[in-house]
């Protein structure tokens, strides 16, 4: 069975940083398309970051500069390093992994920032 499992949300002051992990049990994380999206009240679901299974990484332009994504494979592990976090970045993140013919998602971590 499938699972990807969030962790690493919170509240934290505008400026601050968190680090989202998402580790996979059932899947691996290598050679396939990976990456973090987020969903804020009232809105759809938006990728904010991914990697590509050429290792290509896509960020949303309002992330650019701020915003990490990278994945430990001996761990399973992807992780979202983000920094400069502003109040606009509050939202339910999500991680997720696409196969040929499938697709998992986590069940999501809150992330809010305070002005």
């Known amino acids: 069975q499938a699972q990807l499992v969030e962790s690493g949300g919170g509240l934290v002051q505008a400026g601050g940083s968190l680090r989202l992990s998402c580790a996979a049990s059932?899947?691996?994380?290598?050679?396939?398309?990976i990456g973090w999206y987020r969903q804020a009240p009232g809105k759809a679901r938006e990728p904010v970051a991914r990697?590509?299974?050429?290792?290509?990484?896509v960020y949303a332009d309002s992330v650019k500069g701020r915003f990490t994504i990278s994945r430990d494979n001996a761990k399973n592990t992807m992780y979202l390093q983000m920094n400069s976090l502003k109040p606009e970045d509050t939202a339910v993140y999500y991680c997720n992994a696409q196969y040929p013919g499938a697709m998992y998602w986590g069940q999501g971590t809150q992330v809010t920032v305070s002005s």
């Open positions: 059932g899947i691996r994380f290598s050679g396939n398309l």
């Open positions: 990697i590509f299974s050429g290792e290509t990484t």
